[in-house]
T-cell receptor, first 113, second 110 residues
Framework: GQQLNQSPQSMFIQEGEDVSMNCTSSSIFNTWLWYKQEPGEGPVLLIALYKAGELTSNGRLTAQFGITRKDSFLNISASIPSDVGIYFCAGRNYGGSQGNLIFGKGTKLSVKP | NAGVTQTPKFQVLKTGQSMTLQCAQDMNHNSMYWYRQDPGMGLRLIYYSASEGTTDKGEVPNGYNVSRLNKREFSLRLESAAPSQTSVYFC?????????FGQGTRLTVV
């Protein structure tokens, strides 16, 4: 079946550092979604990407839809303690399995003040 | 501005008991999903419904049943709960592009 490889699995960084994480797949996706999950909460949508090459920002967050449509990355600039959480990527592939929505296994971010 | 609402938020069951987790969305979305989340396992799809009246198995359907009652509601039933079903359960709904999640149900089976 389709799979998303999300890396890294976890990151321990100092406040103020920049963060980069990515997702890759052997399959082509039509939409990429990035979520953040805080402890005890459901995943919250951060950024949605709709076409190859698209670069979108949301405050200190920037995400890009890879030109091959098989990958996406998320950058967080100047990290702060409230960035702590698990970040998930998800790809949508219309006509695929799993309800057309495939999730990566997440990147757990820890930020030291 | 409710979005996706799940009930209950917490539940403790004894092995062999049954229960239904409820999910409702107010965004007029066609697709709805049930996931379970276990430590280190990410989100695993249990069942999904691409539209009212249809349901399909996901990655881990064994021990669960679902009902798409109408466009708004998608319920998940555990007929005979087992300790292996201790998990956090999330419902999500989706239109053409984005998907939105509920707050989750934390289920413990003892």
């Amino acid at each position: 079946g389709q799979q998303l490889n999300q890396s890294p699995q976890s990151m321990f960084i100092q406040e103020g550092e920049d963060v980069s994480m990515n997702c890759t797949s052997s399959s082509i996706f039509n939409t990429w979604l990035w979520y953040k999950q805080e402890p005890g909460e459901g995943p919250v949508l951060l950024i949605a990407l709709y076409k190859a090459g698209e670069l979108t920002s949301n405050g200190r967050l920037t995400a890009q839809f890879g030109i091959t449509r098989k990958d996406s990355f998320l950058n967080i600039s100047a990290s702060i303690p409230s960035d702590v959480g698990i970040y998930f990527c998800a790809g949508r592939n219309y006509g695929g399995s799993q309800g057309n929505l495939i999730f990566g296994k997440g990147t757990k971010l820890s930020v030291k003040p | 501005n409710a979005g996706v609402t799940q009930t209950p938020k917490f539940q403790v069951l004894k092995t062999g008991q049954s229960m239904t987790l409820q999910c409702a969305q107010d965004m007029n979305h066609n697709s709805m999903y049930w996931y379970r989340q276990d430590p280190g396992m990410g989100l695993r799809l249990i069942y999904y419904s691409a539209s009212e009246g249809t349901t399909d198995k996901g990655e881990v359907p064994n021990g669960y049943n679902v009902s798409r009652l109408n466009k708004r509601e998608f319920s998940l039933r555990l007929e005979s709960a087992a300790p292996s079903q201790t998990s956090v359960y999330f419902c999500a709904s989706s239109g053409s592009f984005e998907a939105f999640f509920g707050q989750g149900t934390r289920l413990t089976v003892v």
